[in-house]
Nanobody
Framework: QVQLVESGGGLVQPGGSLRLSCTAS????????VAWFRQAPGKEREGVSC????????HYADSGEGRFTISRDNTRNTVYLQMNSLKPEDTAVYFC????????????????????????WGQGTQVTVSS
């Protein structure tokens, strides 16, 4: 079965950390462009971070810059999102998405925006930041 599965979400106190995983089954994630998105209740989906399958270059939305780190482990067919210094406003369902294309880094912000199209989406994992 071809799918992306997110895991690692949960309840964490402000200032805490979580590491989300996005694992592919039925296909190789290694060369794919992968992004993390999130959607909070009543809000539109927003891009968080992305990573190139070509050279591993990364990009972060302002919301996660300096606090989040995206990485990939091709031996585990997984992309991670390490989230530190979490804030209540980070509370959302986090999704990963993948597309089998290569983009110049100048295009990464567009891929995190509403115009990016992806071949695969996961079902999401809930992250709640609360004391």
């Amino acid at each position: 079965q071809v799918q992306l599965v997110e895991s690692g979400g949960g309840l964490v106190q402000p200032g805490g950390s979580l590491r989300l995983s996005c694992t592919a089954s039925g296909f190789s994630l290694g060369d794919l462009f992968v992004a993390w998105f999130r959607q909070a209740p009543g809000k539109e989906r927003e891009g968080v971070s992305c990573i190139s399958g070509f050279d591993g270059s990364t990009h972060y939305a302002d919301s996660g810059e300096g606090r989040f780190t995206i990485s990939r482990d091709n031996t585990r067919n997984t992309v991670y999102l390490q989230m530190n210094s979490l804030k209540p406003e980070d509370t959302a369902v986090y999704f990963c998405a993948a597309v089998d294309e290569t983009f110049p880094s100048s295009y990464f912000s567009k891929m995190l925006g509403g115009t990016g199209t992806y071949d695969y989406w996961g079902q999401g994992t809930q992250v709640t930041v609360s004391s």
